[in-house]
Structure formats: C-alpha cells, structure tokens
C-alpha cells in the first residue's frame, strides 16, 4: 500500500505547474548569485569557492524553503479540497504512509534540485564569470550536506502543509523560517533550528567550513528534528482528523 500511495502521489507531478517554478526559482537564485558575485570581485577572490558562497547565500536562505514550501502544499493541495480529507482517512492504509509517500516525492524532488543548483553553479562560473578548471569537490559535499540538513524542512513544511488548508501561509512560514535559520547560524545557534540546518550544510554565504570536520552534531541534529516531525505528524494523523 505504501508504494501505492508514493505512485499516487508521483502522477500528480505529471504535467504539473510546479515544474515551471522548479526550473524558474533556481534561475532565478543562480542569476543574483552570480550578478552579487561579479559585482563584488573588489572583495571577493576569483574563485570557484567564492562564487559557491554568493550562489548559496539566496538558494539556501530564500529559494531553497520556498521551492520546499510549494512542493509541499501542492502535494496536500488535493486532500485539502471538498470533503477528500474525509475519503482519505478512510482508505485502508495507514495515516502516516499518506505523509509518507509525500516526504519521499519532496525529497525527490528537492534532490532532482540541487543537482539543477550544481549545474547552473557549474555554468554560471565558465560562461559568465569564466573560472578556470572545475569546481572543487568540496562544494559536492556541501550539496550533499545541503540535501541531509534539508530533510527537516521537508518534514516540517509537510506538517504545516498539512495542518493549514491555505496554500500561500505555508510559504511564507518558510521564508520566515529561512530568515530566523540566517539569524541562528549567524549567533551559533544553527543547529537548533530546523531551516538553519540546509544552511549549515550547503556552507552558506562563509569562507571557512560551518562543520568544519564536527559533523556527529550536525547528523545528531539532523535526525532528531526529522524524528520529531515525523512524530508529531503521527499523532496528529492517528488521533484526530486534520482540519484546514
């Protein structure tokens, strides 16, 4: 039942409106990276890695939790719509696998993104600010930390998604989100708030490495704020019906 609902959920991706943002909001975060970074060559060095930290610093602040955001409430898009939350709640399946199968469809998507990220990262530094060589291996790590720390802002716009029927609250809740995340790593505090952790792992806007090496907190972290979600979104699915 549980690849049933993941299939369910994967067809209303099909011809879905959601692929223009996933292909426009990237763009978008690669295009001012790049203009910030060519703009301030006074004070930033001609590298690969000093452009990873201006492309960064909007993707992971404002893009990243609002691309989230909409995968997320699209996805609750339909239960939210007539009387189908009732249908859902009674199919035979358990509650928490309907939440579930969306958390893997935003996880692929959010993959299928940052891969997108690296490539307009890689295009961006030859063709307009015309790095010499490739990227160094140390920005695929920070992709792949990006997409770990990112977890707990899938779980957590699934549940907000979840609890507001409205569409447009839950984006702004992330951009909130993003915005105190900058404000946490900026004092230390990153690991205790969840949208701080992509941050954190994407090495955001910084020219020394977040975790430098330290990353048992950051993984401890990581999967303390998903367990917590996941948990909450579980009783709240078995215990009571979910208003909007």
């Not at 690849?3 to 292909?23: D, Q, T």
């Not at 910030?36 to 060095?45: F, P």
């Not at 939440?99 to 959010?110: A, C, D």
């Not at 809740?173 to 690991?191: C, D, N, R």
Request: net charge positive.
């Amino acid at each position: 039942m549980f690849l049933r609902c993941i299939r369910a959920e994967n067809r209303k991706l099909h011809a879905s409106p959601i692929w223009f943002l996933f292909f426009l909001l990237p763009v978008l975060s690669a295009a001012y990276g790049t203009v910030n970074y060519l703009g301030n060559l006074g004070i930033l060095s001609v590298s690969w890695y000093a452009l990873w930290t201006q492309h960064t610093l909007f993707y992971s602040l404002f893009f990243f939790p609002a691309m989230v955001a909409i995968y997320a409430s699209y996805l609750w898009r339909l239960e939210h719509l007539g009387h189908n939350w009732n249908l859902i709640m009674a199919v035979p399946v358990r509650p928490f696998a309907l939440f579930f199968s969306k958390f893997v469809i935003v996880f692929k998507l959010v993959v299928l993104t940052q891969l997108f990220i690296f490539f307009l990262y890689c295009f961006c530094g030859k063709v307009f600010a015309s790095l010499p060589g490739w990227p160094p291996i140390e920005t695929l790590v920070f992709l792949l930390r990006g997409a770990l720390g990112g977890l707990s802002v899938i779980a957590l716009q699934l549940l907000l998604s979840m609890m507001i029927r409205s569409f447009a609250v839950p984006v702004f809740l992330s951009l909130f989100g993003g915005i105190i995340g900058m404000l946490a790593v900026s004092q230390g505090h990153g690991l205790y708030w969840p949208y701080a952790l992509m941050q954190y792992g994407m090495n955001s806007n910084r020219s020394e490495d977040l975790l430098a090496g330290n990353y048992l907190p950051f993984f401890a972290s990581c999967l303390v704020w998903l367990l917590l979600i996941f948990t909450i979104a579980n009783m709240l699915l078995t215990r009571r019906d979910v208003k909007g």
